[in-house]
């Protein structure tokens, strides 16, 4: 064990609550996008008086970016005193509303317990505070250490980070040779390692029918009845053999272990927007349903689409009258950056050391920013590690542990000595 970086996050453990508190009191609730500005400056300051050089980036033109509502980011950077690697912390300052069911004010930062609580505590400012602590503990530790660290606080993550890691990525501040290994410190538990996610595939399916008077649908053609064996088939078919797929990838929840599909929302017929309560006296002639199915490694996403679109053209042969429209949404390729790649090693090294145990590998049923980091950055050298529960994440009376919080920031320190100055781990 590293007594002396163990120590120094150690003694910094009140900095550490009164970062987290402050982090929590900026209210970043996304949407709309509230207060970015003042809380990624208020990184920046801290930043700064740590020698890192600071960077304010807006998202401009971004979903959601207005005067009123900038997608700023702060993007940090503190050089070391010899060329070397950079490791780069990147943390998502924006949170889910608040809702209901507090039993604190939710933007107060209230210490009770050991814990923090408030909207982000564990998603994710108490894993953007350890790192701040980490990385200012370990210069301190190490003063001429090589290469860079960077730390980033990043706008947009929980509506897909297209104003903020993905923005920064087209910008060229997620590749090589800028930086070369990314911690993402969400909330996964402080002794698991999270490798990446499964991919995603968002699509509208429409049918398409003929309009008639609703007394006489014979005359017509229901869309909605279309749909509705789409909907049959997929019943029939279409969930029992995705269930029946597994996966190598150790995706927590369990449950989550196999290809799943939800039906987002089905939509068909006249709107009853404008006559409340009254029926529709019309036969649908268009009804669509939009679907959101999750895959694994082991499928290819040209096969995910092509299950659905042999029912749908099965459907055309067999069933009269029937045609579809299929419009992708969304696409996000499954991913798993390999256990022995240098940050998931250099932090299970570090769980190791502080924990005495073996890391735990997992990997997420949904998507996160990684996802940008990869595909925009080409970038692979990246993994999620940081405090907090992930059940707890979006709840109300949200909180992350203080010890939590130091042993993580123990890890992610002795992760930048294993990455910066090739600390050899032990074991
Ligand atoms: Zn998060």
Redesign the pocket.
Known sequence: MNEQLALAVRGRTDDLVALTTDLIRFPTVNPPGEAYTPCAEYIGRRLARSGFAIRYVRGEGAPGDSDRYPRTNVIARREGRAPGVTVHFNS?IDVVEAGDGWSVDPFAGKVRDGRVYGRGAC??KGGLAASIVAAEAFMAVYPDFPGAIEISGTAD??SGGFGGVAYLAREGFFSKPRVDHVIIP??LNKDRICLGHRGVWWAEIETHGAIAHGAMPFLGDSAIRHMGAVLHAFEEELFPALDRKETRMPVVPEGARRSTLNLNSVHGGQTEDFFPGLPAPNVADSCRLVLDRRFLIEENIAEVKGEVISILEKLKRERPKFDYAIRDLMEVLPLMTERDAPVPSAIAAGIREVFGKEPEYVISPGT?DQKHISRIGHLHDCVAYGPGILDL?HQPDEWVGIEDMVQSATVMAMSLDVLLRGARAPG
Do not use: F, G, L, V
């Open positions: 998502h998603d994710m993550e929980e969400e909330p996160y994440a």
